[in-house]
C-alpha cells in the first residue's frame, strides 16, 4: 500500500464514500487501507476471474462510489454540482455519465464490469485523478454550460 496514493484528495474522498455507506458501524476499526481493499485486484485475482460473468451487487456499488467520489472531487475543485448517472446492464456492461450543469464533464463506457479494479492504491487514485482533471478542464472551457 502507497500512504501517498492514500493521502490523495480522491482517495480520501473515495473513502469517506464507503464509509458513509456504513451505517452500522461494522467498519470503525478498518483503517482506510481496508475499506477501499475491495477495490484492489491484483493480477492473480483478475486471472482468477472468468472473462465474462454478471456483476454481483456489491461490484455494482463500489462502481458507483467510485464515480460519486470522482463527482464529488469535481465539485470541491470547481464549486460547482457535479451529478453521476450510470446505467448498467445485468451482464456488466453500461455507461456512466457525470453532469454539471448543463455540461456532460465525463462520459464512460463500462464494460466487464466484474472484472473492475485497480493493481494497487495508486493507480485506483491514477484513474480517479484522470477523469477529475479532465472533467475540471473542461468546466474551465465551457464554463457556461456548466453553470446552466
Given at each position: 500500500m502507497s500512504d501517498d496514493a492514500?493521502?490523495?484528495p480522491?482517495?480520501?474522498e473515495l473513502v469517506n464514500q464507503v464509509r458513509a455507506h456504513d451505517t452500522f458501524g461494522a467498519w470503525g476499526k478498518k483503517t482506510?487501507?481496508?475499506v477501499i481493499s475491495p477495490y484492489i485486484v491484483d493480477k492473480e485475482a483478475r486471472k482468477a476471474l472468468p472473462m465474462?460473468?454478471?456483476?454481483?451487487?456489491d461490484t455494482i456499488?463500489?462502481?458507483e462510489m467510485f464515480y460519486n467520489a470522482v463527482?464529488?472531487?469535481i465539485e470541491r475543485r470547481s464549486g460547482l454540482v457535479a451529478q453521476?448517472?450510470?446505467k448498467m446492464h445485468h451482464e456488466g456492461f453500461g455507461r456512466v455519465v457525470l453532469t454539471v450543469g448543463r455540461l456532460v464533464a465525463v462520459s464512460k463506457h463500462l464494460r466487464d464490469v466484474h472484472r473492475f479494479g485497480f493493481v494497487d492504491h495508486a493507480k485506483l487514485n491514477e484513474a480517479g485523478e484522470k477523469l477529475v482533471a479532465e472533467a475540471v478542464e473542461l468546466l474551465e472551457r465551457f464554463p457556461e454550460a456548466a453553470r446552466a
Open positions: 492514500m493521502a490523495q480522491f482517495v480520501k482506510d487501507a481496508e465474462m460473468a454478471n456483476p454481483d451487487p456499488w463500489r462502481v463527482a464529488l472531487t453521476p448517472i450510470m
